[in-house]
């Protein structure tokens, strides 16, 4: 197993150095600079701001300055937004918002998703599932643009829990079940047809004619295979949920990471983008290594290579 993570890691490293490279160059060839986008100024001053951040010069000659600085782990300086504070202080202050946004909302998907569709599997054709896939149509069909309004409009109306604000643990309840309920409707579907496929095998009919109690079948035999669908989801929807979700971030004036890409990107804030690309990366990478890892510590048949 430490062999195959060394492997992985040493992949991840060609594969974030494209990332990072991709992520500047078309930052930078995108029409416009982040210094003119506002009323027109005198070209000298222009030629000044890019020479201090670093941008002036060729585009190779901008790429070569900007990889050497990353590899050195300085992300650079913000050049619109957020001017001359460093990259890597605005991902520090609101990473640890993203991230704990992101971890309640991946627990209440990843239960939700599968409590709704292990009963749907079980009650298969009965009103259970009919009932639960109901839902997860319903949370499918509803994206966060869309359920944020009405969450807080229920919110207003019945003057239980704040609308805004991050902090306190009511200020949390409706942005997380804004940023889960889309997920964990795509888990519960995911699980009722991973649990029907593993239900119908043939060591599933041996255990339930030998007498063994519906729950002994279902939680000790067919869950550890049906989970195994699931587990590979989740490694991308950790990466992308735990770095936060820019709409219900934006729409619930939470100090994540969302609102500074979005306005890094208006503003063609280039080294804004990169650090947030960066993190979001590295997450991705790093989720995926953990589901393989999972993938052998459930099902120890598969074999990592």
Not at 74 to 82: A, F, G, I, N, P
Not at 157 to 164: C, D, E, G, I, R
Not at 182 to 197: I, N, Q, W
């Amino acid at each position: 197993m430490l062999a195959f993570i060394a492997r992985r890691i040493l992949i991840a490293i060609p594969v974030m150095f494209i990332v990072i490279s991709l992520t500047f160059l078309l930052v930078r060839m995108m029409p416009g600079s982040p210094f003119d986008l506002e009323r027109a100024q005198d070209p000298e001053v222009v030629r000044q701001l890019e020479m201090k951040y670093e941008l002036d010069g060729p585009l190779w000659s901008q790429y070569v300055r900007y990889i050497s600085a990353v590899c050195r782990g300085d992300l650079r300086e913000s050049v619109k937004q957020y001017k001359d504070r460093p990259v890597t202080e605005i991902l520090a202050q609101t990473l640890p918002v993203s991230m704990t946004l992101g971890s309640l909302a991946f627990a209440l998907a990843v239960t939700m998703g599968v409590g709704l569709g292990a009963v749907a599997a079980v009650h298969h054709n009965r009103w259970q599932d009919r009932g639960a896939m109901l839902i997860a149509m319903a949370g499918i069909s509803l994206p966060a643009f869309l359920l944020a309004p009405l969450l807080i409009l229920g919110a207003l109306m019945s003057n239980l829990l704040p609308v805004a604000g991050w902090g306190d643990l009511d200020q949390m309840v409706l942005p997380v079940i804004c940023l889960a309920v889309p997920y964990a409707a795509s888990v519960a579907r995911l699980t009722r047809a991973s649990f029907l496929e593993v239900l119908g095998q043939d060591y599933i009919r041996t255990a339930r004619a030998k007498g063994l109690p519906e729950v002994a079948v279902v939680y000790q035999h067919a869950l550890k295979v049906a989970v195994l669908p699931v587990i590979s989801y989740c490694g991308p929807l950790a990466a992308s949920i735990l770095t936060g979700s820019m709409v219900v971030e934006t729409i619930f004036k939470i100090p994540g990471m969302g609102p500074f890409f979005i306005t890094s990107i208006t503003s063609l804030d280039v080294f804004m983008v990169g650090g947030t690309v960066i993190v979001y990366a590295a997450f991705l990478i790093l989720f995926n290594l953990v589901v393989d890892v999972l993938y052998f510590v459930v099902d120890r048949r598969i074999r990592l290579e």
